[in-house]
Structures are given as structure tokens and as C-alpha cells.
């Protein structure tokens, strides 16, 4: 199975920092990686796909970058609605796996 | 708009089977555009992909639950379907369900039902 580790795992942050999470992949992934979002008791909602294709109706402070095995989220200017769990996601084999998640919380 | 919903029991006896269904509205299952995955995530913890079928019959299973897992689909009724069979409490998880957006050899999965509580309990 491909692993994904995210670091940090938890990052805590202010309305209007920019943050930046990050995905490393056990062997390379091309850019076959999406990136979601999770609020508490919430589904997932897909941000980013293909690694920097921004999904339509998601807002353009987030951007998604990298391809083979590094990969990075990045939030421009930091909302009150964006502390959540990001999570990132492989597809270019079977399985298909995630990321353990990085908390995003207000410092 | 597309919406997908999960349905089935909140309370599954251990070593019984888990049946669970999604509703697929605002979207035809058999279209061939799209293919449609479960996912299941226990309290406090990550996501794990349990398995994929594509509308022309064929299915992907991850093999950590390959054993027990059994995907299907009835286009005629717009669902497909999940069971796992000789459950633990390690399967009590929130269980989604999604339409996976596959173009070309770039995939997505979107959007996710609003998921479904299963506790494995006796």
C-alpha cells in the first residue's frame, strides 16, 4: 500500500496567516492526489484534485502543488471557516489511501 | 445536484453481517460517467476506502477487507451497496458513501453522502 504522512499533524494558526500543510508519499504518486477538507461531524468536501486543480466553488486561497511523492496545501489568508481536518488522498493505485489528517485550530 | 444517502441499521450484533444501501438522486448510477466508492472512518480517526464498483460490473476492493466486503450495484433503483460480513467492534465507524469523478486517469471523489453511524455491538 502507498503510505501518506501529513505533517504537521495538528497546526494551530490566526484569521489571515498563510499555512501551508504538506503530504509526502511512500513511492511516487505522479499528481494523482486530492486534497479535503472535514468539519466536525461533517463528510469530507474535496478542495483539490490532481494535485492543483482547484475544485469548482472551492474559494482561490487554496492552491494545491507538487507531484511525485512531495505534495503541498496551502491556505493563502486564513478564514474563520477553514479551521478544520485536511486530509490527502492518493489514487494512483489500489488501494486507494489517505492521510492521517492535520487539525487545523485556532491559535 | 447530485446527492447521495446512506441508509441501513445504526446496531449490528458482533461476527453478524452489515448491509448498508446509498441512495443516489440527481444522478443516473448507470451513466458510465462515474463509479461509486464506500469509505468508513471510526470516531476521532482517519478515513480508510473500503472498495470502488464501476457501473460495467467490475470492483476494486481494499485488501485489508476483501475477505469480508461485498460491493454491489441495482441501477434500476439508483443504489448501490455495502456488506461486511463477520463483524467486530473494530468495524463500528461512521460509514460514507461517494460518487467517484474519474477523467481519464485523474480522480476525485465527489460529493460524499453525509454518512452513517455503525456501532458493532452486542
Known amino acids: 500500500d502507498i503510505q501518506l504522512t501529513q505533517s504537521p499533524s495538528l497546526l494551530s494558526a490566526s484569521v489571515g496567516d498563510r499555512v501551508t500543510i504538506t503530504c509526502r508519499a511512500s513511492?511516487?504518486?505522479?499528481?494523482?492526489l486530492a486534497w479535503y477538507q472535514q468539519k466536525p461531524g461533517k463528510a469530507p468536501k474535496v478542495l483539490i484534485y490532481a494535485a492543483s486543480t482547484l475544485q469548482s466553488g472551492v474559494p482561490s486561497r487554496f492552491s494545491g502543488s507538487g507531484s511525485g511523492t512531495e505534495f503541498a496545501l496551502t491556505i493563502s489568508s486564513l478564514q474563520p471557516e477553514d479551521f478544520a481536518t485536511y486530509y490527502c488522498q492518493q489514487l494512483n493505485a489500489y488501494p486507494i489511501t489517505f492521510g492521517q489528517g492535520t487539525r487545523l485550530e485556532i491559535k | 445536484q447530485v446527492q447521495l444517502q446512506e441508509s441501513g441499521p445504526g446496531l449490528v450484533k458482533p461476527s453478524q453481517t452489515l448491509s448498508l444501501t446509498c441512495s443516489v438522486s440527481?444522478?443516473?448510477?448507470?451513466?458510465?460517467?462515474?463509479?461509486w466508492s464506500w469509505m468508513r472512518q471510526p470516531a476521532g480517526k482517519g478515513l480508510e476506502w473500503i472498495g470502488r464498483i464501476f457501473t460495467g460490473g467490475s470492483i476494486n476492493y481494499n485488501p485489508s477487507l476483501e475477505s469480508r466486503a461485498t460491493i454491489s450495484v441495482d441501477a434500476s433503483k439508483n443504489q448501490f451497496y455495502l456488506m461486511l460480513n463477520s463483524v467486530t467492534a473494530a468495524d463500528t465507524a461512521v460509514y460514507y458513501c461517494t460518487r467517484d469523478v474519474v477523467r481519464g486517469v485523474v480522480a476525485w471523489f465527489d460529493p460524499w453522502g453525509q454518512g452513517t453511524l455503525v456501532t458493532v455491538s452486542s
Open positions: 440527481g444522478d443516473s448510477i448507470s451513466s458510465g460517467r462515474y463509479c
Open positions: 513511492q511516487g504518486i505522479y499528481s494523482y
